[in-house]
Antibody, heavy 121, light 111 residues
């Protein structure tokens, strides 16, 4: 069965770099069309898509955050890593990773439980 | 302000029908991009309810249905049940932003 799990720090200081890892099972990021997304959700607000990495190593980013984000994968270890630089209290949110199973579609059928990241000094 | 506009709240009595709208533009829904709908219970991750405008993943009851017309989409829930109380989000892709977009969310209350 498909599962995803986010891991990383629960608390980061302003200006620090956040590194989050998504570890997944039940599918392979080497399969044609497979993609993994990072999505965040500030408390009480709507989700916001951050980035995506595809089976063929293509990377896509939210244009408004592009300069602060870097996504990478290790398909052999079934993991995807997101780095976000220069963290700010406004980046406090629950961060989710989610699978998109087909190219030319943008839906996410499986999500991790999320990790709450608080940015505070 | 979300690119996809949803009403902040809708409500209905048990057994009745509720409809949630999602209004976009010619850059997203109107450009032909599919609309998805997610249900989110407090403290949990969003759950995919509808994909590709009208399709239900396995395990989603047929009380949930989606439609799309022009620059808008709708989620209909029939036979409202207490455990349908949740936040609902629409999602699509925007050509100008070159990325996935979400609606602002609608809180469904079952009276």
């Amino acid at each position: 069965q498909v599962t995803l799990m986010e891991s990383g720090p629960a608390l980061v200081k302003p200006t620090e770099t956040l590194t989050l890892t998504c570890t997944f099972s039940g599918f392979s990021l080497t399969n044609n069309g497979m993609r993994v997304n990072w999505i965040r959700q500030p408390p009480g607000k709507a989700p916001e898509w951050l980035a995506r990495i595809d089976w063929d190593d293509d990377e896509f980013y939210n244009a408004s955050l592009r300069t602060r984000l870097a996504i990478s994968k290790d398909a052999s270890k079934n993991l995807v890593v997101l780095k976000m630089t220069n963290m700010d209290p406004g980046d406090t949110a629950t961060y989710f990773c989610a699978r998109s199973p087909y190219s030319n579609s943008f839906y996410s059928d499986y999500w991790g439980p999320g990790i709450l990241v608080t940015v505070s000094s | 302000q979300s690119v996809l506009a949803q009403p902040p709240s809708v409500s209905g009595a048990p057994g009745q029908r509720a409809t949630i709208s999602c209004t976009g533009s010619s850059s997203n829904i109107g450009a032909g991009y599919d609309v998805q709908w997610y249900q989110q219970l407090p403290g949990t991750a969003p759950r995919l309810l509808i994909y590709g405008n009208t399709n239900r993943p396995s395990g989603v009851p047929d009380r949930f249905s989606g439609s799309k017309s022009g620059t808008s989409a709708s989620l209909a829930i029939t036979g409202l049940q207490a455990d349908d109380e949740a936040d609902y989000y629409c999602q699509s892709h925007d050509r100008s932003l070159s990325g996935v977009i979400f609606g602002g969310g609608t809180k469904l209350t079952v009276l």
